[in-house]
């Protein structure tokens, strides 16, 4: 199993700019979780589907982020515009099932840089 | 309001030494418990978890952790520690249905 994936895994950008980051879970989970991760506020829940649906989004900071699910396969976490505070290594998660009894397997990061 | 603590952010030992990393909690009802930990450039791993039962949990890479209700504590054991666990160690509980609360992490250096 190729486990999850990221792209990109680096990405620098000018404030401003529309950063668009790139998610596929592992075949066969039904639940895929955003994370973001900063020195100030470490590991944070931005967002989380169950089968392609978003079920809490409580975590999106603001109107700028936003996050789909198109299939089963792929998911996306936009950032338009983007602003140097949202510099972050930003991880994909997916679980097989839900609840916090099932292990959620993390993809590499994105690294962002907004400048 | 759940919150996880980890007192240290660094902690360095010798190859070969014990290791225990320290992780506070503060939950309301029955914690799940979780450690990760994350390898420089990669995504976190899951060492071990605790929901239920004993309260001595093994893991893997020879990790081991101890539930404490009485103090609160969820730490982190090896009794032999390898170069190769150089990495930082995120603590976590599990708050709701899905979210895990993640502790600030410990950064572990291992000296040869």
């Known amino acids: 199993d190729a486990g999850v994936i990221q792209s990109p895994r680096h990405e620098v950008t000018e404030m401003g700019q529309e950063v668009t980051l790139r998610c596929k879970p592992i075949?066969?989970?039904?639940?895929l979780f955003w994370y973001r991760q900063t020195m100030m506020r470490g590991l944070e829940l931005l967002i989380y589907?169950?089968?392609?649906?978003?079920?809490?989004d409580s975590g999106m900071p603001e109107d700028r982020f936003s996050a789909k699910m198109p299939n089963a396969s792929f998911s996306t976490l936009k950032i338009q515009p983007s602003e140097p505070r949202d510099s972050a290594v930003y991880f994909c998660?997916?679980?097989?099932?839900?609840?916090?009894?099932?292990?959620?397997?993390f993809g590499p990061g994105t690294r962002l840089l907004v400048l | 309001a759940q919150s996880v603590t980890q007192p240290d952010i660094h902690i360095t030992v010798s190859e070969g030494a014990s290791l225990e990393l320290r992780c506070n909690y503060s939950?309301?009802?029955?914690?799940?418990l979780f450690w990760y930990v994350q390898s420089p450039g990669q995504g976190l791993q899951l060492l071990l978890k605790?929901?239920?039962?004993?309260?001595l949990v093994q893991g893997i890479k020879g990790f081991e952790a101890e539930f404490k209700r009485s103090q609160s504590s969820f730490n982190l054991r090896k009794p032999s520690v390898h170069w190769s666990d150089a990495a930082e160690y995120f603590c976590?509980?599990?708050?709701?249905?899905?979210?895990?609360?993640f502790g600030t992490g410990t950064r572990l250096k291992v000296l040869a």
């Open positions: 589907f169950n089968n392609n649906v978003p079920i809490d």
């Open positions: 075949s066969g989970h039904d639940y």
């Open positions: 998660a997916s679980s097989l099932s839900g609840g916090l009894q099932e292990t959620q397997y």
């Open positions: 939950y309301g009802a029955t914690p799940y």
């Open positions: 976590a509980v599990g708050s709701g249905t899905y979210k895990y609360i």
């Open positions: 605790y929901f239920s039962g004993d309260t």
